[in-house]
């Protein structure tokens, strides 16, 4: 997903810095734009430009990839001093892991530093269809155009637990993705979270991301999910932290308004790939469609995913919130906020044929907010797309990659 916004990018003054979970292809994608690479988790490599930053960097044919750059942090000094000298576009790429996007090392980099986050693989980038950024389509009311052969209910189950990450999404033997998935999962519990600077138990951790997962798309509260692992406040804390920083847990932020009261404050939970959340809660098709609670947090989580993708290739993009009344009275699954250009709205339904009673908070939340109010959508398995009320609409997922 980060294609696009490398070659957008790469027309800045500034370096790029590439971020994202493992195995999402960070330094494959980064590669197809690089004209030399230095592979900074090789001994050798390392060691050359940890003696002398500077004069490795020097007279090297741009773009220059530097991967896994926290392992020779003084690198950053040296891009700084380059950057600054000949600040012609697209001369450095770094890659490296989330938890490096904090490392205080990173100071060097401000103001010279662009950001891009890779994002497990997107449906539509699976499809190979050109993207369009369907949220500003539906805030100005734009024509949105539908697949000729949109999936049903289990096509769409399926898609969801195929996940986003290449080497599960390229493997055609289902019994061979799940193992994969598995592999990644058990990887991450027993492997990596010591490799960042924590020594979580595997098995405690394990528990805590299994409940994560089972409250995917909801408000879990952080004592529900310490409880559920047996484990306590503090520890519960270090293992957001952990998991946060290997990729696979992604937050909404609830939207604010002076023209609401009583809006719930709590963070909407995600895991940010729907195919290691089967790995997690141990489920399959079969599993999910026998089961409407798991449908339904399945297929939220699958289409804010998607989202969240895609807005990471706007350039001031919408903020992406959920919205929940205190009461519990109204609650909108998803609030793409443009700011000063208004707010969509959307519900994620489970149903081929939505009706008014399905945008019933949408319709709430239109005659609260008035001209602020954009447009609202309610997402549906069906395949047709059709108006329910003033300035709402049912359209199927699949307009996601259309």
């Not at 024509?143 to 096509?155: E, F, M, S």
């Not at 019994?175 to 592999?183: S, T």
């Not at 484990?231 to 002076?258: C, F, K, M």
């Not at 602020?372 to 049912?394: C, D, M, N």
């Amino acid at each position: 997903m980060a294609d696009a916004r490398i070659e957008f990018l790469a027309e800045s003054p500034a370096a790029l810095f590439v971020t994202g979970a493992r195995a999402t292809g960070k330094t494959t994608t980064a590669r197809r734009h690089a004209a030399t690479v230095i592979q900074l988790d090789d001994a050798e490599e390392a060691a050359a430009v940890r003696a002398d930053p500077d004069a490795a960097l020097r007279d090297l044919k741009p773009p220059v990839l530097l991967d896994e750059w926290q392992v020779v942090p003084e690198v950053l000094g040296a891009v700084k001093r380059a950057v600054d000298t000949d600040r012609a576009s697209g001369r450095f790429i770094l890659s490296g892991s989330i938890r490096s996007a904090r490392d205080p090392s990173l100071w060097p980099g401000t103001g010279r530093l662009l950001p891009v986050t890779m994002h497990p693989m997107t449906v539509r980038e699976q499809f190979g269809t050109i993207g369009v950024e369907i949220l500003e389509l539906m805030r100005t009311g734009d024509d949105i155009r539908l697949p000729t052969d949109p999936p049903d209910l289990r096509g769409y189950v399926e898609l969801a637990l195929n996940g986003g990450f290449p080497e599960a999404v390229l493997e055609n033997q289902p019994a061979r993705r799940d193992a994969w998935l598995d592999g990644y999962l058990g990887q991450m519990l027993n492997r990596d979270p010591s490799t960042l600077g924590a020594s979580p138990d595997s098995a405690r951790l394990g528990r805590f991301f299994g409940a994560y997962a089972l409250n995917t798309a909801g408000l879990a509260t952080d004592s529900t999910l310490n409880s559920a692992a047996a484990i306590n406040h503090r520890t519960g804390t270090a293992y957001t932290q952990v998991l946060s920083d290997l990729g696979v847990l992604a937050e909404l932020s609830p939207w604010h308004s002076n023209r609401l009261t009583r809006l719930v404050k709590g963070r909407k939970r995600l895991v940010a790939d729907t195919g290691l959340w089967a790995a997690a809660v141990g489920v399959d098709t079969a599993t999910v469609m026998s089961n409407g609670d798991l449908l339904e947090r399945l297929l939220e989580t699958f289409v804010i995913n998607q989202l969240r993708a895609e807005t990471a290739l706007t350039t001031r993009g919408p903020q992406l919130c959920h919205l929940r009344v205190a009461d519990g009275r109204h609650e909108v699954d998803l609030i793409a906020d443009f700011g000063a250009r208004g707010i969509v709205a959307i519900e994620i339904k489970a149903t081929n044929a939505p009706d008014t009673s399905d945008a019933r908070h949408l319709m709430w939340l239109r005659d609260e907010l008035g001209p602020q109010f954009a447009a609202g959508v309610v997402f549906h398995v069906g395949r047709r797309k059709y108006h329910l009320s003033e300035q709402i609409e049912a359209i199927p997922i699949c307009a996601l990659w259309a």
